[in-house]
């Protein structure tokens, strides 16, 4: 979503075009496979200066040291993730790791705790977290924000407008 809110709002973007856009994704992916090799292949970062990449949060401790990033971190409801996750390999009729939900829950919590303290020993790396229902149920003050953050002229209306709580599918209920 944010990738789509970045590109309507006038952000180049880094992508492979490589997957098409599908029943998990109807708006398409806005991904490069070149994020997955990073640790061992991180050439091209600098060529990306300017532009948005996403990044999943395993990757970003092999982003290059010596670069600058503005990293907009999409906060989501564990339950919320992992049930995505566990829908889209079942329409894809993938197995997903043999793990209780419980234990996976507990895994990703411990990750996304490592990195915010990582992030914070990093000068290299300005972060902006956004809670993704908040980008769902009011989609313009985050785009304000953005633009705040990224320091850049954008389309802030274009961005709020390419919002679709309809495609909040796993939304958890409280």
């Known amino acids: 979503m944010m990738m789509q809110m970045l590109h309507a709002g006038g952000v180049p973007i880094v992508t492979d075009r490589n997957r098409q856009a599908d029943e998990d994704n109807p708006r398409g992916y806005f991904e490069d496979e070149r994020v997955k090799r990073l ?90 977290f956004i809670p993704y229902a908040e980008v769902i149920d009011d989609p313009l003050p985050t785009a304000e924000n953005v633009a705040k953050f990224l320091d850049i002229p954008l389309d802030i209306q274009a961005m709020a407008g390419v919002v679709d709580p309809n495609l909040y599918r796993n939304r958890e209920v409280k």
């Open 39 to 128: 640790e061992k292949d991180a050439s091209w970062v600098a060529e990306a200066d300017g532009q948005a990449v996403k990044v999943i949060s395993q990757l970003l401790f092999n982003l290059p040291p010596d670069h600058e990033y503005k990293l907009l971190f999409m906060e989501r409801e564990v339950k919320e993730v992992l049930r995505s996750q566990k829908a889209m390999l079942e329409r894809r009729g993938e197995k997903g790791a043999d793990v209780p939900e419980e234990k996976l829950a507990e895994v990703f919590e411990k990750h996304l705790k490592k990195v915010r303290e990582w992030l914070k020993g990093q000068s290299n790396f300005k972060a902006l």
